[in-house]
């Protein structure tokens, strides 16, 4: 059984409600954090532009960093018309407690599924791929070279309450998405039953492998 860093799981289960995270921002008036993201244009990456997450938008300066502080790199990826990205937003990121196991173990990276379909579609696959279907808000880890070490689709607290009491597997943002013009599915139909090994030194600079950081 493939054995994954405590912290690791220790932030899924604060994403995911399994563990008491902390109190969730109710003070609307001023927002007392404003990170990276404020500098962006992507709707979906501004509405996370006052969360105590230190968060980096997708690019060389994230991965520079997990490289000299030997983290791995959390990247966290929706889309703004998501409902349960809104939610998980609301309910995990702003959440103090959450935001911390992520700035103090973690490179924390959002994407915009709808501007970077190329990034969202080769970590959807690793997820696919891996056995653990498919849907939004995707949380994956990486090592500092953009290799995925484990990923879910995860939700907020309350998604994961009603899912031990039999929720159906919908209750996550899936199915199929158009992005610029084409469709996305949410699961493959023949994927393999464990993801392969990586092949050596695909990163960066080549079409085929994983994306680049820029």
């Given at each position: 059984m493939r054995r994954y860093?405590?912290?690791?799981?220790?932030?899924?289960?604060?994403?995911?409600?399994v563990l008491p995270a902390g109190q969730v921002k109710t003070d609307k008036t001023k927002p007392r954090h404003t990170n990276r993201l404020a500098r962006e244009t992507s709707p979906y990456l501004l509405m996370h532009k006052h969360n105590p997450v230190d968060w980096y938008p997708w690019g060389p300066e994230a991965f520079a960093k997990a490289k000299k502080e030997n983290k791995l790199v959390f990247v966290s990826i929706g889309y703004s018309s998501c409902y349960w990205c809104h939610v998980m937003e609301r309910e995990s990121f702003s959440n103090a407690a959450v935001a911390k196991l992520l700035n103090d173990w973690f490179v924390a990276v959002k994407v915009d599924r709808e501007e970077?379909?190329?990034?969202?579609?080769?970590?959807?696959?690793?997820l696919q791929t891996s056995g653990r279907g498919g849907g939004w808000p995707l949380s994956m880890f990486l090592t500092p070279d953009g290799r995925p070490v484990v990923g879910a689709p995860t939700g907020p607290p309350r998604i994961a309450r009603t899912a031990r009491t039999s929720a159906p597997a919908s209750s996550l943002c899936s199915g199929s998405s158009t992005t610029s013009g084409k469709k996305t599915p949410s699961r493959s139909k023949n994927r393999p039953t464990s993801w392969p090994r990586p092949r050596p030194a695909p990163w960066p600079g080549r079409t085929r492998g994983w994306p680049s950081s820029s």
């Open positions: 860093p405590p912290v690791v799981i220790l932030l899924f289960a604060a994403l995911s409600g970077r379909p190329d990034i969202d579609h080769i970590y959807m696959t690793a």
